[in-house]
């Protein structure tokens, strides 16, 4: 709970770089520990992509709203933009 953000951002960059092969630049980063955040309930479609754009979106609000859902949606989105 207590870890640097900057240190996690960097982390998990360098993870999505590892599964992905991705070596370009990264433009902006935010990272951010929601404690007491809580999502609606409603549908959990896991991750959203669009391959005609490129475009995926992952997190928890995605997968149920708890950390476990943030990490799974970006593993699906992964697992889909490797599909695609």
Known sequence: LET???LIAERLIGA??????????VSEQI???????????????????????GL??????LAGGR??????SAARLVAAMKDD
């Open 4 to 6: 640097d953000p900057d």
């Open 16 to 25: 999505f770089r590892d599964i992905t092969g991705y070596a370009g630049d």
């Open 56 to 61: 995926g979106l992952a997190g928890d609000w």
């Open 31 to 53: 990272a951010h520990r929601w404690l007491y955040a809580r999502s609606t309930d409603g549908a959990c479609p896991g991750y959203l992509w669009d391959s005609s754009e």
């Open 67 to 72: 950390v476990e859902g943030a990490w799974e």
